[in-house]
């Protein structure tokens, strides 16, 4: 009997890091910031074992989306300069989109600092016995300059890009896929507003990874 | 998917319990299904028998009696092309308990723990030629182009560059909408219909939006539809969901 049950964020069959929120923005005249990501499933749904029960979390999946959105709510106006994060919310197939009208601008040094300070941490304590590991952080512009040309990124924002994040460029899948427990990723790409004529664009991805050996800690 | 784990952790209880004990995040909610939710999922059921195999392989502690009232619910439907007898009926079931009526339940309890014109539910039944000649119907995600543009979600259905393409604009300014002002009308495509509210009918009756191109109207969840999603309803701690 076949089955298929692969969640993947906002899609079952699809995974979200190929839904781009390009278009969506322009037609919203930029008035949206996209934030897209993903989550840990297994082939069968989350990961599901007895050591990840007493270990780790058999809801693994949505912990990560809450962590997602607790990072939303810290962080989104640090992208682009604005004062507090409006609600976030996701239920099931809703798209879960966090609204900003803003003058955004592209602010390299207080977004990486922050994202950085946030994810080198070797260990994250969160919510009591809970233990995660960040393997390693990544960060990555968008994968080429064709891909930016695709989504329509004018050069001045590659730029601008290209300043915050030309340090912390990893080989994203690579580093993804060397890892046998991961199974999802987070992406978070946000877009926004008008600035002078110029789209602001940044495109995060972390790798976000269980521990290799439960046991051994 | 998510998994029941017990008091004082991320999912304390069963999701139909907690949600009908008002035990959720009150906050507008946009949420709806495509017509045929289940067909890829669903078993290629010939008998009544693989329709209940089908379910206990799903969902183990489903007794007979059990599987006999979803039998009951879902009886042998028109044939789909490609398909046997009873797959018709296995993926409405299973679309029904997966997605419909959770979606149908998230919105009642929504409009009834927090306002009942806040939530808003859609049925997307946009008919792609490819999709019916394989017997999919409208499936599962098929919005997702719609929502984000053809070719800004990964693989596309070619009707949504020709006869369907009419219905992205549509739906993609409701959902700018909702995430702009909370609300799917404020920000609509010019010409589309107000997305009424879900309402407080009560009894897993609500309203929603049936998106199809070129007909894009409201309608009212069919009082079968609701009958079923009771069984789910009834049947959804047997099915730890």
Request: hydrophobic residues 35%.
């Amino acid at each position: 009997v076949n089955a298929q049950a692969n969640y993947n964020g906002t899609g079952v069959v699809q995974n979200s890091d190929i839904h781009n929120g390009t278009e969506m923005v322009r037609q919203s005249d930029y008035n949206l910031v996209f934030v897209n990501f993903n989550y840990r499933v297994g082939a069968l749904g989350f990961l599901a074992s007895e050591e990840l029960q007493e270990d780790g979390d058999l809801n693994a999946g949505l912990l990560d989306q809450r962590k997602l959105l607790y990072w939303v709510q810290d962080n989104i106006a640090k992208v682009n300069h604005l004062s507090s994060a409006r609600r976030s919310s996701s239920f099931a197939e809703t798209v879960t989109i966090v609204r900003r009208r803003s003058r955004p601008r592209c602010n390299p040094r207080l977004f990486r600092r922050r994202w950085l300070s946030r994810t080198s941490s070797d260990r994250l304590r969160w919510r009591g016995q809970r233990t995660f590991r960040w393997r390693r952080a990544t960060v990555s512009l968008l994968a080429n300059a064709t891909e930016r040309q695709r989504a329509g990124i004018p050069v001045q924002e590659i730029r601008c890009r290209h300043r915050l994040f030309q340090r912390h460029q990893y080989a994203f899948m690579s580093s993804l896929r060397g890892s046998g427990h991961y199974s999802g990723g987070w992406h978070y790409s946000t877009m926004a507003g008008r600035q002078r004529q110029a789209t602001a664009s940044l495109v995060l991805v972390a790798g976000y990874h269980w521990p290799r050996d439960a046991g051994s800690r | 998917l998510p998994v029941t784990t017990g008091p004082g952790t991320l999912v304390p209880a069963n999701l139909y319990d907690s949600f009908e004990a008002g035990k959720f995040i009150k906050v507008p909610v946009l949420i709806g299904d495509d017509t045929d939710e289940g067909t890829v999922f669903a078993y290629n059921a010939s008998t009544p028998e693989d329709v209940s195999q089908f379910f206990k392989n799903n969902y183990p502690l489903l007794d007979e009696a059990e599987l006999d009232q979803i039998n009951e619910a879902y009886p042998l439907m028109d044939p789909l092309p490609n398909h046997a007898a009873y797959f018709p009926s296995a993926a409405a079931a299973y679309g029904e308990a997966t997605f419909t009526c959770p979606g149908n339940t998230i919105a009642e309890t929504v409009a009834s723990f927090f306002e009942p014109g806040k939530v808003w539910n859609y049925r997307y039944n946009v008919i792609d030629p490819g999709n019916v000649a394989a017997g999919l119907g409208v499936t599962h995600t098929f919005e997702t182009a719609a929502i984000f543009g053809p070719g800004y979600a990964g693989s596309v259905a070619d009707s949504y560059y020709t006869t369907n393409a009419a219905i992205v604009p549509v739906v993609m300014n409701y959902y700018i909408s909702f995430m702009r002002a909370l609300d799917p009308n404020v920000y609509r495509y010019p010409g589309t219909p107000v997305w009424e509210a879900w309402g407080d009918f009560g009894a897993g009756r609500g309203f929603r939006i049936k998106f199809e191109t070129n007909d894009t109207i409201m309608e009212e969840v069919p009082q079968q539809q609701a009958d079923r999603c009771a069984l789910w309803k009834d049947l959804s701690n047997a099915m730890e969901v």
